[in-house]
T-cell receptor, first 112, second 113 residues
Framework: SQQGEEDPQALSIQEGENATMNCSYKTSINNLQWYRQNSGRGLVHLILIRSNEREKHSGRLRVTLDTSKKSSSLLITASRAADTASYFCAYLIKAAGNKLTFGGGTRVLVKP | DSGVTQTPKHLITATGQRVTLRCSPRSGDLSVYWYQQSLDQGLQFLIQYYNGEERAKGNILERFSAQQFPDLHSELNLSSLELGDSALYFC????????????FGPGTRLTVL
């Protein structure tokens, strides 16, 4: 399967702590994107990192990409209860058009 | 709010029926994508249209079809519905057909009884 893998599947932390989740994929990619989904709702785009970039920041989010290891990580710093959601990585496979391939997601619970 | 709209929000129907899901992309976006999210399969790409033409196809069943109209809105038609078709169906849009950011709509939750 070409579906990406994310770990952990679930994460429970206290407010103020950092949350880190990882995504691995199997083939060459154009870019990798991270999305957030609140329970049963739409996907909110968080950040896009291109294959020639290694790190990107957006507010409390930090994304890294290691194309040699075919992996990416998303770090949420100083987490808040409102960060409780599922987080998905999604990537565009080269030579496969523009269809996003999604990871299985990480469910994050931030306890107040 | 991503700017992508989908209707209806919820749809409940019976097996064997046919339904149509509608999507309006963000203003100026030429590309529309359809995804299915189910508990067992996760999020899966179904099909992409760019400026009215089919651009890429994923795991879309033959019972499903889609089109993009001249005003760029898109419809996903699901026919001969089965229980296993119950899922969240998302539409996304992007500015061009290339490796851009895709912005997702709120989804249509389909329940097949």
């Amino acid at each position: 399967s070409q579906q990406g893998e994310e770990d952990p599947q679930a994460l429970s932390i206290q407010e103020g702590e950092n949350a880190t989740m990882n995504c691995s994929y199997k083939t060459s990619i154009n870019n990798l994107q991270w999305y957030r989904q609140n329970s049963g709702r739409g996907l909110v785009h968080l950040i896009l990192i291109r294959s020639n970039e290694r790190e990107k920041h957006s507010g409390r989010l930090r994304v890294t990409l290691d194309t040699s290891k075919k992996s990416s990580s998303l770090l949420i710093t100083a987490s808040r209860a409102a960060d409780t959601a599922s987080y998905f990585c999604a990537y565009l496979i080269k030579a496969a058009g523009n269809k996003l391939t999604f990871g299985g997601g990480t469910r994050v619970l931030v306890k107040p | 709010d991503s700017g992508v709209t989908q209707t209806p929000k919820h749809l409940i129907t019976a097996t064997g029926q046919r339904v149509t899901l509608r999507c309006s992309p963000r203003s100026g976006d030429l590309s529309v994508y359809w995804y299915q999210q189910s508990l067992d399969q996760g999020l899966q790409f179904l099909i992409q249209y760019y400026n009215g033409e089919e651009r890429a196809k994923g795991n879309i069943l033959e019972r499903f079809s889609a089109q993009q109209f001249p005003d760029l809105h898109s419809e996903l038609n699901l026919s001969s519905l089965e229980l296993g078709d119950s899922a969240l169906y998302f539409c996304a849009s992007s500015e061009r057909g290339g490796p851009d950011t895709q912005y997702f709509g709120p989804g249509t939750r389909l329940t097949v009884l």
